[in-house]
């Protein structure tokens, strides 16, 4: 699976930005997914993560309120909707795919990061 993200930006705190990740190569409805982010100096986290089907999704505590996590089979898509930004996101995001249908802790195929910064 190869996966390709972008929609990051420069954005002011209180915006909004929609992440996309496009996948190609083996079937991407059988992957589960997720979104990840690294900020600087910071270790790279989970942040959102969601079944083959869409049907079920998992988000850290942080990401609860203000990030969704939605996917479009029919394009190979995957998708992580934030609001209400804060600099606190600024980061790199990651979106990756699982070699499992179902959420889990390990992941197979990584993008190549989308840089989002938020100013204050």
Do not use: H
């Amino acid at each position: 699976v190869q996966l390709q993200a972008s929609g990051g930006g420069l954005v002011q705190a209180g915006d909004s930005l929609r992440l996309s990740c496009v996948a190609s190569g083996r079937t991407f409805r059988s992957n589960a997914m997720g979104w990840f982010r690294q900020a600087p100096g910071k270790e790279r986290e989970l942040v959102a993560a969601i079944d083959w089907s869409g049907r079920t999704a998992y988000y850290v505590d942080f990401a609860k309120v203000r990030l969704t996590i939605s996917r479009d089979n029919a394009k190979n898509t995957v998708y992580l909707q934030m609001n209400s930004l804060k600099p606190e996101d600024t980061a790199v995001y990651y979106c990756a795919a699982r070699g499992d249908d179902e959420i889990g802790p390990t992941y197979d195929y990584w993008g190549q990061g989308t840089l989002v910064t938020v100013s204050s």
